[in-house]
């Protein structure tokens, strides 16, 4: 059974920081190219974050640039968003994404909440 399952997501002021991490399962982790994704409310969903299969190479949208960092972590199958200096803007439902290289299989984890307010 294919799984992805986010942690972290939580209440953080503006300027916090935060870890998500997303444990996956059920496919062969090294073979996916893995993203994070994020839907504001009220908003469609947009891509924040992606690291290729072999960990080479990110690549960040332009909102979170200098602020957030993707990593992954192959004998964990694990993958990890680090999020700095956040503000208001980049309050979300965070998704974890897997896509293969052939970009013909996907799964998507069930979201985790992060809320920036003071």
């Known amino acids: 059974q294919v799984q992805l399952v986010e942690s972290g997501g939580g209440l953080v002021q503006p300027g916090g920081s935060l870890r998500l991490s997303c444990v996956a399962s059920g496919f062969t982790f090294i073979n996916y190219r893995m993203s994070w994704y994020r839907q504001p409310p009220g908003k469609e969903r947009e891509l924040v974050a992606m690291?290729?299969?072999?960990?080479?190479?990110?690549n960040y949208a332009d909102s979170v640039k200098g602020r957030f960092t993707i990593s992954r972590d192959i004998g964990k199958n694990t993958v990890y968003l680090q999020l700095n200096l956040l503000e208001h803007e980049d309050t979300a439902v965070y998704y974890c994404?897997?896509?293969?290289?052939?970009?013909?299989?996907?799964?998507w984890g069930q979201g985790t909440q992060v809320t920036v307010s003071s």
């Open positions: 690291i290729t299969v072999g960990g080479g190479s990110t």
């Open positions: 994404n897997a896509l293969d290289r052939f970009a013909t299989i996907t799964y």
